[in-house]
């Protein structure tokens, strides 16, 4: 039987797998051309990590050989992705030729020379080419063999009305996978390629995500309850890793082997996903993240009052949307005009990031209230007064806040503290309170892009708490009529409004804090203000 698998390229004999015939029907036809007579395309292959390029290009080549009018290789730049000496840079990739076709190709002196390696000399058909990991190379030998591959592609085309077999040079097709820099983003010179000529790889669509889970059904007679696939796809986006990732922890890992896997499983499993095991997409997903200068937008992307603009020629933006941090939305604004915003790559990313930041800068809080102090009008055993715990948050806030933040990330364009760093704090507080309590606090984050809800289970009750920073009061006007739809999503009555502000007088806490009953959904938001510093 077959197994999800999220190592690597995945194994169609081994590993349950989404056809994308589309994608490679679309590939086979950019590396063959429209018109094979007079060549293929020179092509770039891209996208974030863990998508599947070098599946998908296997199934291509795969394909193509089955024609035999064509000599095919795949070769990885990985080795190279060190090296910073240009003869040795080329040295590798003549070895890997050899070491694909079992015969021997000229060492190379000079870049200008590389074009003879696809002469007739050396190949009796066309080549198609495709070069895997070539985005590990420096960029200094990104540009050189990009350069030299255009060079090779303009003396093609310009022997126009000679079939592709019997030109000067036999590189019909080439695709470049993973390459950032040949996309422009790097190269200041501009892409060697003709980039509309390049492939994307997408995530996995809901029905492919439904299709590799209903392939397991069929197979194991084992049932998985309807939701369950919905929650996967709305986790990790389709993500194909992670995706499989899950899946693996579903079907094995955390399998009862019992006649269904059900949403109590999934829970169980997901939250060793995001809390207990190692998984080298997401460490890595981590790792760039924290990075500087990419955690200064990173952070900045769990404002809530404003959205991001997504631009791709930005060097920050692009580095975290190739490393699978960041994603974009599209909106249609009420002008008619489409816009693009930064969002977290999916809900998982989103939350394993917030938990690696507020455990890194606020692990070891102390002392949250005084030890002697009467609790029981703030928790007991079966309630939980939201407005009267914010009071002792704001309390420890004010009191603490010079150790507290020392260390505490800043903008740096006015050393303002992040805004996110109070919601990590807030949540490490309330984890940390609630603790001795039996209750459990967890982050949601329904947009991606921003809003961020910290939902409190306490003796069978949700207390669900939507984070604000406080701008004006037109803002905090709609901020309660979105808490109110979202309480109404939620199937609760209540919802707690929580504003994050500077100062607040006494004065404009009694008339903002009143409570807002909203006549469409028929939830009550209450509002509260934590004050970050003391007046």
């Avoid at 007079?38 to 795969?62: C, E, F, N, S």
């Avoid at 993240?289 to 955690?295: F, S, V």
Wanted: proline share 4%; hydrophobic share 40%.
């Amino acid at each position: 039987m077959r197994k999800f698998s999220s190592y690597g390229p995945v194994n169609t004999r081994l590993h349950y797998y989404a056809p994308r015939t589309e994608l490679i029907d679309r590939a086979c036809l950019q590396l063959l051309g429209e018109d094979p007579n007079d060549g293929g395309h020179y092509i770039t292959v891209w996208a974030p990590r863990q998508t599947g390029k070098t599946w998908l290009m296997q199934q291509v080549l795969a394909r193509v050989n089955a024609s035999a009018e064509y000599e095919t290789a795949i070769l990885t730049m990985q080795s190279a992705k060190e090296i910073q000496d240009g003869q040795r840079v080329l040295r590798i990739f003549v070895n890997a030729l050899s070491n694909w076709f079992g015969r021997d190709f000229p060492a190379l002196e000079r870049w200008e020379d590389l074009h003879t390696l696809f002469t007739p000399e050396y190949f009796a058909k066309p080549l198609i080419l495709i070069i895997d990991e070539f985005d590990a190379l420096h960029e200094a030998f990104i540009n050189r063999f990009a350069n030299e591959f255009r060079s090779i592609y303009t003396q093609r085309t310009n022997q126009i009305g000679i079939p592709s077999a019997a030109k000067s040079n036999l590189l019909h097709g080439l695709a470049l996978i993973g390459v950032r820099s040949v996309l422009g983003i790097e190269n200041v010179s501009g892409s060697p390629f003709n980039v509309q000529r390049s492939v994307h790889i997408p995530n996995l669509t809901q029905d492919e995500v439904d299709g590799l889970f209903q392939w397991y059904q069929t197979e194991s007679g084992q049932e998985i309850a309807p939701d369950i696939v919905a929650r996967v796809y709305a986790e990790m986006q389709g993500q194909p890793g992670l995706t499989c990732w899950l899946g693996e922890l579903l079907t094995e890992t955390y399998n009862r082997h019992a006649a269904e896997i059900t949403m109590q499983d999934f829970d169980f499993a997901y939250s060793a996903a995001m809390d207990a095991l190692p998984n080298n997409n997401i460490l890595n997903i981590i790792s760039k993240a924290k990075q500087e200068p990419y955690k200064a937008l990173v952070l900045e992307m769990y404002k809530t009052a404003t959205k991001l603009p997504f631009r791709y020629d930005d060097p920050e933006t692009n580095f975290l949307y190739m490393n699978g941090v960041v994603e974009h939305d599209v909106v249609l604004e009420g002008n008619g005009e489409y816009n693009r915003y930064l969002k977290f790559a999916s809900p998982f990313v989103q939350k394993r990031l917030f938990n690696y930041f507020a455990h890194e800068l606020f692990m070891g809080l102390d002392r949250l209230y005084d030890p002697f102090a009467d609790m029981s009008e703030t928790i007991t055993d079966e309630r939980l007064h939201v407005p009267n715990l914010m009071r002792h948050y704001e309390r420890y806030l004010q009191k603490n806040q010079g150790w507290l933040f020392k260390n505490a990330p800043r903008r740096k364009t006015d050393e303002r503290i992040y805004e996110a760093v109070y919601h990590f704090n807030l949540y490490m507080y309330l984890t940390q309170f609630l603790v001795n309590y039996d209750a459990s606090v967890t982050p949601e984050f329904p947009t991606g892009n921003g809003k961020i809800d910290l939902l409190i289970h306490h003796h069978g009750v949700l207390y669900a708490l939507e984070l604000k920073s406080f701008a004006n009061r037109r803002a905090y006007q709609r901020a309660l009529q979105q808490a109110a739809l979202y309480g109404q999503q939620l199937q609760l009555t209540t919802i707690w409004l929580i504003f994050f502000v500077d100062l607040i007088s006494e004065e404009n806490r009694r008339e903002l804090e009143a409570v807002y009953h909203d006549a469409q959904t028929g939830v009550t938001v209450t509002p509260v203000f934590v004050a970050t510093n003391s007046q």
